[in-house]
Nanobody, 122 residues
Framework: QVQLVESGGGWVQPGGSLRLSCAASGFDLPYYSVGWFRQAPGKEREEVSCINRRYSRRYYADSVRDRFTVSSDNAKNTVYLQMNNLKPEDTGVYYC???????????????WGQGTQVTVSS
């Protein structure tokens, strides 16, 4: 059974940090590009980061660049999103998803996790 599971979300104060995990089962995650998305209340889902396996590139939205870092542990079949200096506007449900290549189009992503809640407030 193909499955992606996000974990690591929670509540933090502004300036705090969280590390999200995206664990895959039923397939080998290193063969796929992995995107991180978030959806804030009343907002459209947006891509915040992606690791492009084929071209060995990492992408970050302008709003998170220099604060978020995507990485992977192939032995654990897991991709991580380290989030530092969190801001209230980072609040939302975070999802990971797989694709052949990173893309601005969500329809290009084949498998999605259920999401993990991140809340940043004082």
């Amino acid at each position: 059974q193909v499955q992606l599971v996000e974990s690591g979300g929670g509540w933090v104060q502004p300036g705090g940090s969280l590390r999200l995990s995206c664990a895959a089962s039923g397939f080998d995650l290193p063969y796929y590009s992995v995107g991180w998305f978030r959806q804030a209340p009343g907002k459209e889902r947006e891509e915040v980061s992606c690791i492009n396996r084929r071209y060995s590139r990492r992408y970050y939205a302008d709003s998170v660049r220099d604060r978020f870092t995507v990485s992977s542990d192939n032995a654990k079949n897991t991709v991580y999103l380290q989030m530092n200096n969190l801001k209230p506007e980072d609040t939302g449900v975070y999802y990971c998803a797989t694709a052949e290549l990173c893309s601005m189009w969500t329809s290009r992503y084949d498998y999605w996790g259920q999401g993990t809640q991140v809340t940043v407030s004082s």
